[in-house]
């Protein structure tokens, strides 16, 4: 049975920390030798496609891009259709839609991993490069304090779940109606995690190592982008926020950021931000996950990390 990785909880801890260590190793094998990865993209992407395009070569696979006007899930053809033919021809499948039902009925027909690149509901990838930037930065993950400032939206989600499975917490700041919808909340009240909230973006950052904040209106929100910002008002990352935090801390953003929006210039290029090397560990965390479906996953007895020789 093919490992899918729809959430970053369909990771057991051990796993997900195998899955670091092998983002940080120099001397992986080529897991993905003369083997193809397709990529398709229902929305647009900068730093998804790059690094999983890149990190599949490095494995010595062979990525191929497929635009939505390629496929056209459950337009030209149905989900589960593209998904029989596509495995037909690739090592793995990654997907990045909007509906994350999508992704699951992917998974339900797939003889190989399907691997989310982004839904509307999570954002496993990203959160694999945010933990493995904690831990670089700090040095640990368990007892890291993470306030999150901004929308309960699929990135908060993914975030809350991968910071319990490391012994983190996280703080939410968010406005009136911009908290966990229902389903988020169920998800999270499953997988046991609780969240701290609150509508005051210093309260939720007093004292955090990590301070973290997202775009106000995301990919099928412009629409909305008037009333967000209206809404959001006060809960920008500035120097004051900032300031509140451990004077240790760093801040991240999963970017594209909307600079003077959710964060203020000087903290997005101040001393205290690592948005770049967070952005540069897509590619390194991409690679430590494929390396680990088709290394670690496919011979369970198989050593996490390949010794260096």
Not at 42 to 55: D, F, G, L, V, Y
Not at 59 to 65: A, D, M, N, S
Not at 177 to 199: I, Q
Request: glycine letters at 6%; hydrophobic letters at 45%; one cysteine or more.
């Amino acid at each position: 049975m093919p490992r899918h990785f729809l959430e970053i909880d369909d990771l057991t801890p051990a796993e997900l920390v195998d899955v670091l260590d092998l983002a940080e190793s120099t001397d992986l094998p080529p897991a993905l030798h003369r083997r193809g990865v397709a990529l398709l993209f229902e929305k647009p992407s900068a730093r998804t496609r790059h690094s999983m395009e890149i990190a599949t070569i490095e494995l010595g696979g062979h990525p191929v891009y497929v635009r939505p006007q390629e496929v056209g899930l459950d337009v030209r053809e149905s989900t589960e259709d593209v998904t029989r033919t596509l495995m037909g021809y690739h090592a793995a499948i990654a997907a990045r839609v909007f509906e994350h039902s999508k992704l699951e009925r992917m998974a339900a027909v797939s003889s190989v991993p399907i691997i989310n690149l982004l839904s509307d509901d999570a954002h496993p990838i990203q959160v694999l490069a945010d933990l493995l930037t904690i831990r670089q930065e700090l040095g640990r993950l368990d007892g890291v304090t993470v306030a999150y400032v901004g929308d309960a939206n699929n990135m908060a989600r993914s975030l809350a779940l991968g910071l319990a499975m490391c012994g983190a917490t996280l703080r939410i700041a968010h406005p009136a109606g911009y908290a966990f919808n229902d389903a988020a909340v169920a998800r999270l009240a499953a997988a046991g995690v609780s969240v701290d909230t609150t509508g005051d973006p210093h309260e939720a950052a007093k004292d955090a190592d990590v301070v973290y904040t997202d775009a106000w209106y995301s990919m099928g929100q412009e629409a909305e982008m008037v009333q967000r910002r209206r809404d959001f008002a006060g809960f920008q990352v500035d120097a004051g926020v900032m300031g509140v935090a451990s004077p240790d801390a760093v801040f991240l953003h999963c970017l594209p950021a909307h600079r003077g929006d959710e964060a203020s210039d000087d903290v997005l290029d101040g001393p205290q931000a690592r948005i770049w090397p967070q952005a540069h560990n897509r590619l390194h965390s991409a690679r430590g996950l494929l390396a680990w479906l088709f290394l670690a996953a496919d011979d369970p007895g198989a050593p996490a990390v390949v010794e260096e020789s």
